[in-house]
């Protein structure tokens, strides 16, 4: 729903607005609802690029506290009109637009720490807060969150908590949903809950669980407490190369099943060790480049980096030593910086997709496969990035050249949409999970009921039941 500018129900609504949090906080200008109708989803920033207009809020608020947004909820019921939670905006699956209109809810103003608990070691924030502020802070205390994603300096808590977030050390200190104890959350109907103050329990289903992953839909979660921990004494890396990238898969699956726990595991393909990795490191080599780490206690580190060399050379990994290794973390972010970042005018997309390690690398072949031979102008590329003692992710990505990319903005859209139908299902019919960390949003919505099945019937009842009206952030998650 948009209203018109020259409706008197949009005064009517921006004086409701205007009484919660304030004249300053309720913008209503193009330049600003242009900067919320755009995120890290690559149809909207090729639209806008062919001159083509993008769906835009009414209103876009800057609430202060949880009460705020629950009077938001009660206007935004009355009228019927979509409330959508915005973060940083980066998302890359367009999980924060508008696509509907309505009030776009800006977290950034409810940035605060409000309690770094060193007896619990945990910390609690409001959810606007940006990954890297937070980070900064509890690390003036001695401690570290381990929460380090590529996008920590333009991401926000909240962002990280509404797609199941995974940062550089997840492969032993968790994804953002391992992290979390507790919650305060917004309910669609202007409920203002708390979940229970400890994470494990044996007090009926984890409440949590609900709103971690749901993307906005079911409500905003304003604040929240993670855990934290002490910044280790030691983290140490170290890369090999191997010729192929089945004997590399097989070399980090036993690292994997041996519990060694490293803090990184990422596993490079031919193509992408000789393309990204040579350009971000400057490491000129062919293979399959793999790349891990270890952190705590010194010694700990160096015995359980014994232990893994151990395993890489019962592989016949090439052992690049830890100056192979540090190139990696030493780039970790460089590898998103403009200039080694795929940007328009080339068509690009993540296939984020996570599978058992009985199944990751036929799922990266029949990605693979329908890629190269369906669209034998695009290039595939892949890496490893988060594992687990079961399986991993794999970051897939399919880039087109700008000469192969429709100058028409609807052509170039139905390739785009195309590629990823294509690929998603090849996943999918492998054993793979759509997906790891990136969530699903706008972009792939229409999967979920594939991949629930009739399972997909409880989500909805959720939703129905939760938000009868369905104001929170309509169209995405496929609800
Ligand atoms: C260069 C780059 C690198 C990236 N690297 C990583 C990475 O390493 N790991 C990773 O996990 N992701 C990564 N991403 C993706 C992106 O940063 C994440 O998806 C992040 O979680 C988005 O956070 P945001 O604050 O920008 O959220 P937004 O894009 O603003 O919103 C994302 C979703 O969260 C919802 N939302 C936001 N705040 C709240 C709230 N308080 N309550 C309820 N719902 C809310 C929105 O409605 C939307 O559905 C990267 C993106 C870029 C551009």
Request: aromatic residues 12%; neutral net charge.
């Amino acid at each position: 729903m948009n209203v018109s500018t020259e409706d008197y129900m949009f005064q009517m609504i921006r004086t409701e607005l205007i009484d919660i949090v304030g004249k300053e906080y309720v913008n209503t200008r193009y330049a600003d609802k242009f900067a919320h109708s755009i995120d890290y989803y690559w149809i909207p920033e090729m639209w806008h690029d062919r001159g083509k207009e993008l769906k835009q809020a009414d209103f876009v608020v800057y609430p202060g506290s949880a009460k705020d947004i629950s009077r938001i909820m009660m206007i935004a019921n009355q009228y019927k009109m979509p409330v959508i939670p915005w973060g940083g905006g980066s998302g890359s699956q367009g999980g924060a637009l508008p696509v509907f209109g309505g009030i776009v809810v800006d977290m950034k103003r409810m940035n605060k720490v409000l309690e770094i608990d060193e007896k619990t070691l945990s910390v609690t924030c409001e959810t606007g807060i940006i990954a890297l502020h937070l980070e900064w802070a509890v690390n003036k205390k001695g401690f570290s969150t381990m929460h380090l994603p590529a996008s920590i300096a333009c991401a926000t808590i909240g962002g990280f908590l509404a797609h199941r977030g995974t940062g550089v050390l997840s492969t032993k200190w968790g994804k953002f949903e391992e992290m979390v104890m507790s919650l305060e959350v917004v309910t669609p109907n202007g409920d203002i809950i708390q979940t229970p103050p400890v994470p494990r329990h044996a007090s009926g289903p984890d409440l949590n669980s609900i709103f971690v992953g749901s993307e906005g839909t079911l409500g905003i979660v304003t604040k929240v407490t993670i855990k934290i921990h002490p910044i280790p004494e030691a983290r140490k890396f170290r890369a090999y190369l191997f010729s192929d990238l089945k004997v590399a898969m097989e070399a980090g699956a036993e690292l994997m099943r041996s519990r060694l726990r490293p803090c990184a595991v990422r596993l490079y393909d031919e193509e992408e060790t000789v393309h990204h990795v040579k350009n971000v490191t400057g490491l000129d080599r062919k293979g399959a480049y793999l790349v891990f780490g270890f952190d705590g206690r010194e010694q700990i580190v160096d015995l359980t980096m014994g232990y893994a060399m151990d395993i890489m050379k019962k592989y016949h990994g090439e052992d690049l030593g830890s100056k192979g290794g540090d190139l990696w973390w030493d780039n970790k972010y460089k590898f998103f910086y403009p200039g080694y970042m795929f940007t328009l005018p080339k068509a690009f997309g993540t296939l984020d997709t996570v599978a058992t390690f009985s199944n990751i690398l036929n799922v990266y072949t029949a990605m693979k496969k329908v890629v190269n031979e369906e669209y034998p102008q695009a290039r595939f590329i892949g890496h490893f990035s988060h594992w687990y003692e079961w399986g991993c992710m794999l970051y897939a990505r399919f880039i087109f050249e700008e000469d192969a990319v429709p100058k028409d903005a609807v052509e170039a859209a139905e390739l785009y949409n195309s590629v990823w139908d294509k690929a998603i299902r090849a996943a999918i019919a492998n054993g793979g999970v759509i997906n790891e960390h990136h969530g699903v949003g706008l972009k792939l919505g229409r999967y979920m009921k594939d991949m629930y099945g009739n399972g997909f019937k409880i989500l909805q009842g959720l939703k129905k039941e939760m938000d009868p009206n369905n104001i929170m952030n309509p169209g995405k998650l496929g609800l």
